[in-house]
């Protein structure tokens, strides 16, 4: 029988019959609260399960299933979530994590589809070949996270902290990223002939100076009024891209065809290789 105890008062919260929590069910318990720290919930059922503000640091929830769990301000640091179960293609069957400490957490192959992560700390996290289609990262920390291969397809990425991620060979197809941090992010590829993706996203008044987006496809994508300041975009795809008002000093366009994006008020005589077709006006 293992007992589940308050973090704080050390009140029991639940009893389960057993002698782990591995594979335990463990739906619809109120476990706001519980000190879980380290502990075993490997393929355990924690659906519509409540842990508001449980310290679960350090835990291994693999395999887990979170479906419409409740997870706000949770302490996840350094916990194992690989192939967790926290994502739907219904959002009101999603977990939700606002607020919630997931730094250095272990997410690879996690489904995180339409999941609530506001204001939450992912900083360091593994969210390599994560789904997270429809996840809301709104104002969250993202600083060095390692997701290659990850899926942000339409992904709420608004004024999130992105600085160092590593995001190659992502999908971030028409994901929100306007007034986000890419300071110093990856978006090239590992592989040779690899690219990422980044169609129709939104990075309006971004900041991604010193970013690298070497071969990335970014047809139709926003970058109005973003600072590309020092971005290399060698090889990038850029077709029907907006650049109006950008920041590109020192900006790489090796090899990038500019004939069909935006560009008013941009200011490309700082970019380098840049060709500027002759009758693009109002450049500064």
Not at 76 to 93: H, K, M, Y
Not at 177 to 184: I, R, T, V
Not at 252 to 262: C, G, I, N, R, Y
């Amino acid at each position: 029988m293992v007992q589940i105890t308050h973090k704080q008062t050390g009140a029991v919260l639940a009893t389960v019959d057993g002698d782990s929590l591995v594979g335990a069910d463990l739906r619809d318990m109120r476990l706001n609260g519980a000190d879980l720290v380290g502990a075993d919930l490997s393929n355990a059922n924690l659906e519509f399960t409540d842990l508001v503000a449980a310290d679960l640091g350090g835990a291994s929830l693999r395999g887990a299933s979170l479906l419409s769990a409740h997870l706000n301000d949770a302490d996840l640091s350094g916990a194992d979530l690989a192939r967790v179960r926290a994502g739907s293609n219904r959002t009101a069957n999603a977990a939700v994590f606002t607020g919630a400490n997931l730094s250095r957490a272990n997410l690879e192959g996690a489904d995180l589809r339409n999941a609530e992560l506001r204001n939450a700390n992912l900083q360091q996290a593994n969210l390599r070949y994560a789904d997270m289609r429809g996840t809301d990262f709104s104002h969250s920390n993202l600083s060095h996270v390692t997701a290659p291969k990850g899926l942000f397809i339409q992904a709420n990425l608004r004024s999130a902290d992105l600085c160092g991620a590593d995001l190659r060979d992502c999908h971030l197809n028409d994901a929100n990223l306007a007034k986000a941090s890419l300071y110093d992010a990856d978006l090239s590829s590992a592989q040779p002939d690899g690219f990422t993706v980044v169609n129709l996203a939104n990075f309006e008044g971004a900041d991604l100076h010193d970013a690298k987006l070497c071969n990335v496809s970014a047809q139709d994508a926003n970058f109005r009024n973003a600072n590309l300041s020092h971005v290399d975009f060698s090889h990038a795809v850029l077709g029907g891209a907006i650049l109006r008002g950008a920041n590109v000093a020192g900006a790489d366009f090796s090899d990038v065809e500019l004939a069909s994006v935006t560009m008013e008020f941009a200011n490309f005589s700082k970019a380098k290789n840049a060709k500027v077709p002759s009758y693009k006006q109002n450049l500064r």
